[in-house]
């Protein structure tokens, strides 16, 4: 299973940027898939997760400003579209996807992609 993510960058602040995560190498579609991101320094948190049945949580701290989508046509691309960004969300961001619904529950992602860098200045 191979996770790729892209579409990061510098950008200013105020400014937007969208993210895509292509998955491969699984039949199906997880159950859950998701972004997280890690600031230099910091614990790695989650930004945004999406079930297979389409039920997105999104973090407090980027509620409003993020949405987190998969394609319709090809189920394995995952998307965050990051609008009014901040310099507080420079950091790496990543993709994961799980294909245990018990797994997702617990926050508990086995594919990893190996993560693209946002700066926001």
């Known amino acids: 299973v191979q996770l790729v993510e892209s579409g990061g960058g510098s950008v200013q602040a105020g400014g937007s940027l969208r993210l895509s995560c292509v998955g491969s190498?699984?039949?199906?579609?997880?159950?859950?898939a998701g972004w997280f991101r890690q600031a230099p320094g910091k614990e790695r948190e989650g930004v945004a997760v999406?079930?297979?049945?389409?039920?997105?949580?999104i973090a407090n701290s980027v509620k409003g400003r993020f949405t987190i989508s998969r394609d319709n046509a090809a189920k394995n691309i995952l998307y965050l579209q990051m609008n009014s960004l901040k310099p507080e969300d420079t950091a790496i961001y990543y993709c994961?996807?799980?294909?245990?619904?018990?797994?997702?529950?617990?926050?508990?992602?086995?594919?990893w992609g190996q993560g693209t860098q946002v700066t926001v200045s």
């Open positions: 994961a996807a799980e294909p245990s619904a018990s797994k997702c529950a617990n926050n508990d992602y086995t594919y």
């Open positions: 190498g699984y039949s199906g579609t997880p159950y859950c």
């Open positions: 999406i079930t297979s049945d389409g039920r997105a949580t």
